[in-house]
């Protein structure tokens, strides 16, 4: 298939475009590249691109597309926090026209990137499936419901959108993001001994390896359209629900001589919720997710060794996205509305 993949320079699309390629796909990206410059270790090969805000693309733009995998977003919580009307702009009402677009350009698949963090808060004890309640705790995750439902409603026999649940993601990746809670502590194990937790520990969150989620999108792009038309899907492995507390031991066990500390005032988070992963498991047989934590702690372990990581540099804009929009709004580059002012 011809695929366009928004977001090919962020930390999901750094693993999924090389993939894609893999595969046999004619891969395009489209990014604002943000994040291009953000590495750790060799950047993947380039692929043909267009650097332009996702918020200005056109139907014309995507002529010729079979596929689109909409990875492009404002990536996580804090940033949502910072200005809750632009999450949803480019969240949701730019994802919107995005869809909208690639039904008018004919393109027939549009895999979009959502988020388990829909889920919010948990209620109940027993892992969710994609028919349960949204309770979202932050403008990130309504955004992705708002998302979701605008984009469902695009539907027909010529267009086909699958949204990916994402569970909270890890594992490294050539623009890592250090603001993940497990390539988080694994570092801070390594580079300072300690494995710090900045919550109690007592939440649960789904945890998925990043090329779990990339062999998720390459499976439900090549998936029966007929059994995947319209539907969400959670994106991991039901055993792979973890209390965060207990991931921290996980690091500690993998990383010699560390040991699990607490921040002052640690408390409860408000994100707490185990999803269950067995539809997708059931209905797109050829997605075989291949990750665990503790192999992926190994692998960030390896990865931060082998290309000399230290805790300045994890702790910098090169790898905390939040610090990365900050500092390019301070310099002037990016303006209010996260637009490129100068490059």
């Known amino acids: 298939m ?10 999901l699309g750094g693993v999924l475009t090389p993939m894609l390629r893999a595969a046999g796909h004619d891969v395009t990206g489209l990014d604002t590249d943000y994040y291009a410059d953000c590495l750790l270790g060799p950047a993947p090969a380039a692929v043909p691109s267009l650097a332009m805000d996702l918020r200005d693309v056109r139907p014309e733009q995507l002529a010729g597309f079979d596929a689109v995998c909409h990875l492009a977003a404002l ?3 804090p940033i ?26 004919g393109v027939s698949r549009f895999l979009f990137s959502s988020s388990c963090s829909l889920y919010g808060a948990g209620t109940d004890d027993r892992p969710l499936d994609e028919t349960a309640g ?26 086909s959108p699958v949204f990916l649940r994402n569970a909270t993601a890890y594992g490294f990746s050539p623009r890592l993001r250090g603001d993940l809670v497990v390539n988080d502590l694994a570092a801070h194990a390594l580079l300072t ?15 998925v390896h990043v090329e779990d989620i990339c062999a998720a999108f390459l499976a439900l792009l090549e998936a029966d359209r007929g059994t995947v038309h319209g ?53 797109v047989p050829g997605f ?17 060794q082998r290309y000399g990581l230290t805790i300045e540099a994890f702790g910098s804009e090169r790898h905390q996205r939040l610090r990365r929009i900050r ?17």
């Open 2 to 11: 011809r695929v366009l993949v928004t977001g090919h320079h962020g930390y």
């Open 193 to 207: 001994g300690e494995v710090r937790l900045l919550s109690d520990g007592s939440a649960w969150r789904p945890l």
């Open 231 to 283: 539907r969400a899907y959670n994106i991991g492995v039901t055993a792979e629900n973890y209390l965060i507390r207990d991931v921290a031991e996980l690091v500690a066990e993998v990383v010699p001589s560390s040991r699990v500390t607490f921040a002052g005032g640690a408390s409860a988070d408000a994100r707490n919720y185990r999803v269950s992963c067995d539809l997708v498991a059931a209905e």
């Open 75 to 77: 990536c996580n919580d």
């Open 134 to 159: 949204f309770a979202p705790v932050t403008p990130y995750g309504e955004s992705k419901i708002r998302a979701e439902q605008d984009v469902a409603a695009l539907a027909d026999d010529d267009f």
């Open 80 to 105: 949502g926090n910072l200005n809750p009307e632009l999450t949803y702009e480019i969240n949701h009402r730019a994802t919107a026209r995005l869809a909208e677009a690639a039904r008018s350009a």
């Open 288 to 304: 075989h997710p291949r990750w665990t934590v503790r192999k992926g702690i190994e692998e960030l372990v390896e990865a931060y």
């Open 327 to 343: 500092a390019l709004t301070e310099a002037g580059r990016l303006d209010a509305e996260l637009r490129w002012s100068t490059r």
